[in-house]
Each structure stands twice: as C-alpha cells, then as structure tokens.
C-alpha cells in the first residue's frame, strides 16, 4: 500500500488511519522498551497535517514537520515501514539510526529533517523555498510550527524575512492548545496568534482544524493565492492534542471536561462518520482491516530487521568534497586581505549562479568592510541579499538553501554577532551531513580579532568556540592568496565552512594571487618557514605579530624557530605538525582568543598526545587572557598578544 498524494477524503482517511494505528503501537513499543527516545503523537492533529499536505506538491514545495506530524511523513509519500524503522532504530533506519524518531526527512523531495529547537526550522524553509525559485521552479513552503514554537525568535525573523523578500510560505501554526503543560494563555497575551501576520504586513486566518477536507481547501486557496502574490501568509489551525505531550506524561493538567469537549470532536472519527455516509459503512470497514492488516505487516518487518552494525555505518562528520568543476584563472597584485576577498566572492560569482551573498548592509553599501563593493550593482539583489538584523534568521535561511543545493556565502558584520545564530551553525548545519548524509555547502564568513579599538562586543575571535561543535570545517588564512583561494574551496568543500577575517589585517598587509583555476581541498598547513629549535604555529593577525618576533630573536640569538600556517583549524593537519615538532623538539602556539578552553590548548594537548617523548619543554599556548576585549587602546595594547611578549616566550622556551 504506498504512500502519497492522498485521492480524496478516502485517501486522506486513510494516512489518518494509519497514523493512528501505528502511533498507538508505537507508544505499546516504547513501553515495552524497544523503542526509545522521546514518542510523542500526533492524535487529535492528523486533520490538520494530512489536509496540509494534501494541497502541496512534494515533487515542487518544501516542508518540515514537527513532532506529532506523523500523518504528514505518510502523505508525503514516506513509506511506512520506514518510519517505523527510524522509531526502532533498527538497520534499515532512515538516518542509519543516528537520529531519533521523527526527526528525519527527504532533502532531495522538498522535506527538511525536524531539528527539536523549535522555531529553527522555519528559516530553513524560507531559504529552501528561495532556492527552489531561484532555479525556476514554482514552489510554496509549508512551514509548521507549534503554538509554543510562535514565542522563539526564529519564528518571528523568519515571517520578517518571507515578508520583506517576498517568499511564498505558508506559516502553519498547529495551536493544540499546550506547549508540553503550558496552556496557551501563559505563552502569548493575543486572542489569535493568526492577528500577528499584520505586523509583517501579510495575510492571516485561523480555522478549527478538525475536518480534513476544510483543513485541505483552506491550504489550497491560499497556496492558490500565494503563487499569484508570492507573499506569505500566516493560518492557525486550532487542533487539541488528545494524548500527554509524549508517552511518558499522562496529562493530569489537563482539565477533563475541555479534553472531552474536543475527544467529542476528533478529527480520525469525523472523517470516518463523513465517509461512511458517502461510500458505506461496509467499505469504510473494508478499507480499515485492510490498512490494519497493512500496518500490522510493515511493523512487524521493521521488528524483524537486523539491528544496526556501528561498524556498518559512517561515522564521518563531514561530506567528502566531490568538485569536478575547474574555474578560470586569476591574477592580482599588490592587493589587500579585502580585496582579496571581494575579488573570490565575485569571481565565483561570475562563474557559478549557484553562488549567492547574503547578510547586513552587504548590497549598495557593500559591507561594513567594504568586502562586497561593487557586487550588488553588478549581480543584483537576487544573489546579493541585504537581510533585516536577524543573525538566526538568516543564517537559517541560508542553511535551507544549501539544502537546495545553493551555495550561499553569509557575512557577519562581525564574528561577535554569530552568537545569535549559534543553533543554526552547530546543532543544525554542522550536524546535518552526519545526520542525512547530504552535503551542505554553506559557507559564513565571520570578521573577527581586536586591534581596532572595538570594544568587547565587536573584537572577539571566535574559531576555539566554534571548534567545539562537530561538522564544521574552520578556515583562518593569514596570507593573501590564502584569502583568495581558500574561500573559493570554502564555497565547493560541500559542508558548513566558517571562514574566518581577521580585522586587523583587512588593509595593514599586500600580497598577489596567481590562482591557477584548480580548486583545492581544505587540508594541509604550510611550514612558512624552516627552522630547527622550536616550532610556532600561529595565524591571522598574531602569525604576522610572530614573523616580526621570530626574526628579532633569531638575529639577536642565532637560534632556528620553524613558523607554521595551519590554513585550516578544522580539521587540522596533525601531520605537519607533529612532524615539525619531532624535529624541534619544542612547540609554541599563539592566537588572540581565550586561552582557556581555546584552539591553542587543544592543539597544544595534541601535540603533547603525539610528540611527548620527542618533546624537551611543555607544549606552551600564548594567547589573550580569560577577559573581554577592552575599549582602550592602551588596555587592548597590553592584552591583546604583541611581538615583544612572542620573543619573551620564544626565549623562555628555548632557554637562552
């Protein structure tokens, strides 16, 4: 019995039904304990997912589902067995049992894998729906959400997005009344969260969303509508959730006389009283034990399938490059760190569509660096996006166009502000190849380092924060042609890159670019420089700040110092190092972020773990103290690394 686009109220019955049936087994499962994780179900909102999905396309339009949206899963046409094989993780797992419960999906169909942050999802569709349209294809998104979901920030910058670019998405609130045991009059202080659409200047409505057949109309008119418009709307379904907010809470908040109000009205039985006075009680039953017989049969398959070999699996975090494309050649000059940069990103521009800008202040003022001057006049605000002040929102975004296949390249203003979007970098981009096996190639380019009298807020350098998270590959490059070939790798690496600008550099050093069109793999680090008594690894703005320390204590002392450029952070190349050290028997790293707990001592500790017994001092780390970046420039003179305090450390290492 395959699954999807449903043929009437029949067909819808029908993933209602199954839906129905297999949620119930399921939570017998996980009682018995082979299924684990977090069961929730969808019983008492299957009218409104299934009439949902009914009225989209998954061959165009994009989705995510949340948690009680099994229904949905079905009608898009993921087979049952399937999901049943997620839920009991076995080896026929969706997700290869890397992922829980419903949070899986079909990139390559329109459906984005659920993430349980709620909220960071919506932008995802947004960016996904862009996408689709950017290669003329006539998409719509659905984007669900929960009523809990509609107090997250994500939900608000994303219906601000879709609004001011003009995104045909179709923000679809599932009200059933409770966000887990909080009643909704403790999440939001508005009769209906549908009158919110008018502060985004959008349509909203809100219906009772028990019967499939008005909840599918509904979906229809207005996607019907949104691809003349190509705006969003904003609909609230009222749906009331029948069960606890998962198996292991039996509800007891919940006032009985309300639940049986809405048991009175719930949405598997009135559809199936509706079909049985079109089509007969006898041919209602005989379509329901058939769907019994059916989901008995695919549960039972899924529990006899083999359990999941760990070593049958990839445990990879990242996607395996696979760019067979070759660039045009290159030439430059004497240009700066900026430059540099403005010149990749329009070079690959120019010879890649796929290639999009996104960010604040990035189009006719080109950047609060300058980094894209010139692109918007040339390329347009199709692929030069200036975005409302939302880092999550857009960041996200730019996830669900990657998802898409695009290439997006997202500008911080300043690496400070990727805080704001930290669920979307780490738990969902940087996450996302382990969980799916698709690549995402999304790079974000993140302006950072002190020097410049900035503050705390604008000076920070980020990379040993972000290096905690798995599936992000880090970029700093310290020389020009660095800049320049290492980012155009960035964007064909087909996994998150976070590419990291060291401000201080951006117009202090020159350098030239012979880029040959080869497009390079982000591996390997570079012996800068030869040397026998200490290796130094360093980059950014203090790997210059050690060139200048290097080359005093060597002319003072006559010693060897080998100077390392690591490129790239993540992944490292241990290689090289380990190498180096082997021969000088001494290690120095500096950087001008946080010792503790910072890129330095985990390279260093990885030095110790490799090289101990080759090693004739401490693997050392200079670095900025545990302290925000002061304002003063006396103050940040003094605490951020400089080359005299290097030399020190170069001399008390090698004890002269």
């Given amino acids: 019995m395959p699954n999807g686009k449903a043929d009437g109220l029949q067909g819808m019955y029908k993933y209602m039904y199954m839906a129905r049936k297999t949620e119930d087994r399921l939570i017998e499962l996980y009682r018995q304990g082979i299924v684990k994780g977090t069961v929730t179900t969808g019983t008492g909102n299957e009218a409104a997912i299934v009439g949902a999905v009914n009225a989209l396309d998954p061959e165009t339009d994009v989705c995510n589902f949340m948690q009680r949206d099994f229904a949905g899963y079905l009608a898009w046409g993921v087979p049952l067995y399937h999901m049943v094989c997620q839920y009991v993780a076995n080896s026929d797992s969706p997700t290869g049992g890397k992922d829980g419960n419903v949070h899986h999906g079909l990139p390559e169909r329109g459906l984005l894998p659920m993430v349980s942050h709620l909220g960071a999802m919506l932008p995802n569709v947004t960016g996904a729906v862009y996408a689709k349209r950017r290669r003329q294809i006539d998409a719509v998104g659905l984007a669900i959400i929960g009523d809990g979901g509609t107090s997250t920030g994500d939900f608000h910058e994303s219906l601000n997005i879709a609004s001011v670019l003009k995104i045909p998405v179709l923000f679809f609130i599932e009200n059933n009344q409770w966000a887990y045991s909080t009643p909704n009059n403790l999440q939001f202080n508005c009769a209906d969260l549908s009158s919110r ?7 909203g409505s809100r219906i009772k969303a028990v019967d499939v057949e008005l909840v599918s109309a509904t979906v ?53 009283d509706r079909l049985v006075d079109s089509t007969g009680l006898e041919a209602v039953e005989r379509l329901e034990h058939e769907l019994d017989e059916y989901v008995a049969a695919e549960i039972n398959r899924a529990l006899e399938t083999a359990r999941i070999d760990p070593s049958s699996i990839g445990w990879e975090a990242y996607s395996r490059p696979q760019v067979s494309r070759k660039l045009p050649e290159k030439s430059l000059r004497g240009i700066t760190p ?48 200036d975005m409302p002040l939302a880092e999550s929102g857009f960041t996200g975004f730019a996830v669900g166009a990657a998802e898409m296949g695009l290439r997006p390249v997202v500008e911080m203003q300043f690496s400070d502000f990727s805080t704001d979007a ?22 974000i380019r993140m302006p950072g380092g002190g020097g410049l009298s900035y503050g705390p807020f604008h000076s920070q350098d980020l990379e040993g924060l972000f290096g905690t998270f798995p599936g992000l590959k880090i970029v700093y490059p310290s020389l020009i042609e660095d800049y320049f070939a290492l980012l155009i790798a960035s964007v064909y690496d087909g996994n998150p890159v976070l590419f990291f600008e060291n401000k201080y550099l951006q117009r202090r050093i020159k350098g030239d670019v012979a880029f040959d069109g080869n497009i390079l793999p982000l591996e390997g680090a570079r012996v800068h420089k030869s040397g026998t008594d ?79 017994f080759d090693l004739d001092a401490p693997p050392t780390v200079y670095a900025a103290p545990d302290l925000p970046v002061p304002f003063a420039p006396e103050l940040e003179m003094k605490y951020r690394p400089g080359a005299e305090g290097i030399a020190d450390k170069i001399r008390s290492i090698i004890k002269m």
């Fill in 220 to 272: 229809a008119e207005i996607t019907a509508q949104m691809k003349k418009t190509g705006e969003p709307y904003l609909l609230q379904t009222d749906t009331y959730r029948l069960a606890g907010h998962a198996a292991y809470d039996t509800g007891e908040y919940v006032p009985a006389a309300e639940l049986a109000m809405w048991k009175a009205e719930d949405p598997v039985l009135l559809a199936r």
């Fill in 338 to 385: 900026v430059q540099a940069v403005k010149e990749a990103l329009d070079h690959l521009m120019a010879n890649d569509d796929d290639v999009f800008l996104l960010g604040e202040d990035i189009g006719a003022f080109g950047g609060p660096f300058k980094a894209t001057k010139g692109l918007f006049e040339k390329y347009g605000r199709e692929r030069v996006l």
């Fill in 197 to 203: 659409a008018a502060g985004y200047g959008i349509k």
């Fill in 422 to 443: 930290v669920t979307q970098i780490c738990v969902n981009a940087g996450s996302f190849f382990f969980r799916t096996g698709t690549p995402l190639p999304l790079v």
């Fill in 534 to 612: 200490l290796t130094l690894l360093s980059y950014g703005a203090m790997f210059h700040e050690c060139l200048e320390a290097v080359s005093a204590v060597e002319k003072q002392h006559g010693v060897s110092v080998e100077v390392i450029d690591p490129r790239i952070l993540k992944p490292l190349d241990w290689t090289t190092i380990t190498e180096s050290v082997r021969k000088t028997h001494r290690f120095l790293v500096v950087h001008e972020s946080w010792s503790t707990c910072g890129m330095g001592s985990w390279i260093a500790s990885g030095v110790a773990e490799r090289a101990f």
